[in-house]
């Protein structure tokens, strides 16, 4: 089993937006983004990269993989 790649912000931010996500707002050092649904995601702009148990909340909330 491989383990799942470290990724910035910036890359986190791109994975939802993808699926239907889109920037609110940001305040602070934390970015906003929903989806036509409802669903609020927010995602930390203040490390990179993220550590891995909350990139993982983040993409689990969203619904997204980083498998295809």
Known sequence: MT???RLSSKDIIR???REGFAVVSTRG???KLRNDAG???IVPLHRDPL???TQSDILAQA???LRE
């Open 15 to 17: 994975l939802p937006e």
């Open 3 to 5: 383990r799942a790649p």
């Open 63 to 65: 619904g997204v993989s």
């Open 29 to 31: 050092s934390h970015c």
């Open 39 to 41: 669903v609020t995601v």
């Open 51 to 53: 550590k891995i148990g």
